[in-house]
């Protein structure tokens, strides 16, 4: 309908229709929204879930996720990240839950819905409930207060029957603690050979017949991206921004009021040596560590280069680097580094100071003071915030009076005769992984971009950074390249897998000759291969170590009873063949605080599973419809 709409913008009526649907679109959101649906999104037994009610969790977790990556979220990983699903099984399960509640004879009272709502802060001002504020956030998020608390009756009520579900796991055995707690401290050493593709690449020989039939297998890989070429409007924030005129007084007193924002604080250069120990370490290794670290102290008072002793004897990931940390500001560091490397003069050394990562020899190199800029430098900056702070609402007018004229004129070109002073930009063609470098293409723009069809006008975009209507006068669709278009970059690829397949063969046969003989030494030094030893690995995600993640988890399933993995282990970067040599299992008794932690772990792991199972029942026996627009 909307195609047909954008189509054949020339019927006064249709004309009429649009402009309608054009402001609507402001409010209620395009492309994948499918609120206002009659139909159900889902339907679980005999419990229905809107298209406006996935809609509005599909919002909420994309906002969630935006949050955890700072900013927008490029398409491809919201698919890899699967959040559609996501959403969906999050609906069936709490409409499992709800009808679970019934079985159980679970119910929520009006009393228990209206303490709740009144006890949230969102409706709060000065600490007491609104109704006022409840009625207008409430609108503003279009929801009625009967929907609103009838979504609230729902989550008590699902809170309700997980925990009745939980509490049939309460408590954890002392056996069950003390293993959790060996398991997670238990550190293991092992012997490993690293075999690394690139130095196979020389060895690879290039027949092209052999290249070409490769590409047949693999094409599919080298399909171009769908391309675009572009006429837009923008009324970015910024770009509106620039008709606006501030006055010297409204920069002044936004300066001041904000003076810390341009205020930079402390920075220290800093170089240290770490002597490292962990939460396993024996008294022993904390007194051997501390002893060198005294040592070496002494060396470094006595005269000695700080740089030098750093990379000689440090074992910090910085000691190729002299220890250099580079320029630090408190809140950076660990506590105890922190307040040592902050109560020292220019040059001086620190005594030896211990943290959970060690004991740290520390000298502050240089010290840039607090300093705040002047007006005169932020000036520009600081009225650029102030035209972007009243662009705002004006750049919305600008934008849906144009959008209307468009409709209204029947075509943008019209639009443009009719206004010879609008501004229209235009692109080239252009990929979505490499755009423009403008501020204006965002996501939210290029979403909207790579939606178009060649002739087709877009709806008003709302990006980031302010709103744009857009044209697409061209489209140029994926397709596979011929082999002469690809060439240097197939032979290139290529080479990378052949010497893939070449490091692998060698990685697996080293592997089997390892078993066989029962020494990975011997069969290393055979093939020409060196072997390297491991310290003593732990599954903390701290440790300071070059090995992958994947390899120590792998280690950790190996033991006496089985030397050898079932297959090496493919990397980013190499193959690992490795064995078990030895494993330190935690003797030292539980304290208090850390028996509470392990048994609230292994509790809330009993809980969960015991949810999941009961979720999973219910959804084997349930009849779940799913939209076919889902």
Avoid: C
Wanted: no cysteine.
């Amino acid at each position: 309908m909307l195609q047909i709409l954008r189509n054949k913008a020339q019927s006064i009526v249709i004309q009429a229709i649009v402009v309608i649907i054009a402001l609507v679109f402001i409010f209620w959101g395009v492309g994948p929204n499918l609120m206002n649906s009659r139909d159900s999104a889902l339907v679980v037994n005999d419990i229905e879930v809107s298209f406006q009610e996935f809609q509005s969790a599909y919002d909420r977790a994309y906002n969630n996720m935006e949050q955890q990556f700072g900013g927008n979220i490029p398409q491809s990983l919201l698919e890899n990240l699967g959040i559609k699903d996501q959403v969906i099984n999050q609906l069936i399960q709490e409409a499992l839950l709800r009808q679970g509640a019934a079985g159980m004879g679970i119910h929520v009272s009006r009393e228990e819905v209206r303490d709740t709502i009144e006890s949230m802060e969102q409706f709060q001002e000065n600490g007491a409930f609104s109704m006022e504020r409840y009625n207008a956030l409430l609108t503003a998020n279009r929801y009625t207060p009967q929907k609103f608390e009838e979504l609230i009756q729902t989550d008590i009520l699902a809170q309700k029957v997980r925990l009745s579900i939980s509490n049939f796991a309460t408590t954890a055995t002392e056996y069950e603690i003390n293993d959790l707690y060996r398991m997670e401290k238990s550190t293991v050493a092992i012997n490993y050979v690293g075999i690394d593709p690139q130095h196979y690449r020389d060895t690879v020989t290039i027949d092209e017949e052999k290249v070409k039939d490769w590409y047949t297998t693999v094409q599919d890989n080298y399909t171009t991206e769908p391309q675009v070429k572009l006429s837009y409007l923008d009324f970015s924030y910024s770009n509106v921004g620039k008709k606006i005129t501030i006055d010297e007084a409204a920069v002044q007193q936004y300066y001041q009021e904000n003076k810390a924002q341009y205020t930079q604080k402390e920075q220290r250069s800093i170089r240290h040596i770490l002597f490292k120990v962990d939460e396993n370490s024996s008294a022993e290794v904390h007194r051997r560590q501390r002893q060198k670290a005294e040592e070496i102290l002494a060396m470094a008072r006595g005269g000695s280069n700080f740089e030098e002793l750093a990379r000689e004897y440090s074992e910090g990931p910085s000691s190729s680097q002299g220890g250099a940390l580079g320029s630090v500001t408190k809140g950076q560091m660990i506590k105890p580094f922190e307040e040592a490397a902050f109560g020292l003069e220019k040059g001086a050394i620190s005594d030896v100071v211990k943290t959970s990562f060690g004991y740290h020899i520390i000298l502050v190199e240089d010290i840039s003071p607090a300093s705040t800029k002047p007006l005169s430098e932020v000036r520009d900056s600081v009225r650029m915030v102030l035209q972007t702070k009243e662009a705002k609402p004006l750049a919305f007018q600008m934008a849906n009076a144009a959008y209307e004229g468009i409709i209204s004129t029947g075509s943008l070109q019209a639009y443009l005769d009719a206004h010879p002073g609008a501004e229209v930009k235009t692109t080239d063609f252009f990929s979505k992984s490499n755009p423009p470098a403008t501020a204006e293409f965002d996501q939210k723009f290029l979403d909207a971009a790579f939606t178009l069809k060649e002739g087709e006008l877009s709806s008003l975009i709302e990006t980031s950074n302010g709103y744009a209507i857009l044209f697409a006068e061209d489209v140029m669709p994926p397709k596979v390249p011929q082999f002469s278009e690809v060439k240097e970059q197939v032979i290139a690829d290529y080479t990378t897998y052949q010497a893939g397949e070449l490091a692998s063969e060698t990685a697996q046969a080293l592997l089997a000759k390892a078993k066989t003989t029962k020494s990975l030494e011997n069969s290393a030094r055979k093939a020409g291969l060196t072997v390297q030893s491991s310290e003593y690995l732990s599954k903390n995600p701290q440790q300071e170590t070059t090995l992958p993640a994947d390899l120590i988890q792998s280690a950790f399933k190996l033991s006496a009873n089985k030397r050898y993995p079932d297959d090496i282990l493919p990397t980013n970067a190499k193959f690992y063949v490795y064995e078990f040599v030895d494993r330190k299992i935690p003797q030292a008794p539980l304290d208090t605080q850390q028996e509470e932690r392990y048994e609230k772990a292994i509790i809330q792991r009993k809980q969960q599973q015991i949810l999941s199972a009961w979720l999973e029942n219910k959804r084997r026996h349930a009849e779940i419809f799913r939209h076919k627009r889902l």
